[in-house]
């Protein structure tokens, strides 16, 4: 299973951009998809999550700025993120998390390669 994440761009502070990431491969299933944000020069944290079911989180940064949705059917996961900061620069990353293989039985975790957002002040 590989995820490609695209969306990423440079935009002015309040501002508005819409991340994606397809997950490609072969007789899989998801559970949790994620989008994870790293800042330059810092960790890469968790800015939000989506079960299979369309339940989310949200770190209390990004509440009532940022949604994450799912289209289940495309196994792809969106990232609207809207009146952005600056602080929101740096890279974010997608995650799948319980990613279950019918091939092989087991369960795995993947990222993506990561879309740089870059938001002027």
């Known amino acids: 299973v590989q995820l490609q994440a695209s969306g990423g761009g440079l935009v002015q502070a309040g501002g508005s951009l819409r991340l994606s990431c397809a997950a490609s491969?072969?007789?899989?299933?998801?559970?949790?998809m994620a989008w994870y944000h790293q800042a330059p020069g810092k960790q890469r944290e968790l800015v939000a999550k989506?079960?299979?079911?369309?339940?989310?989180m949200y770190v209390n940064s990004v509440k009532s700025r940022f949604i994450i949705s799912r289209d289940n059917a495309k196994n792809t996961v969106y990232l609207q993120m809207t009146t952005l900061v600056p602080e929101d620069t740096g890279v974010y990353f997608c995650?799948?998390?319980?990613?279950?293989?019918?091939?092989?039985?087991?369960?795995?975790?993947?990222w993506g390669q990561g879309t740089l957002v870059t938001v002027s002040s």
């Open positions: 491969g072969n007789d899989f299933s998801i559970n949790y």
């Open positions: 989506i079960n299979h079911r369309g339940d989310t």
């Open positions: 995650n799948a998390e319980d990613v279950y293989s019918d091939i092989s039985g087991r369960y795995f975790e993947v």
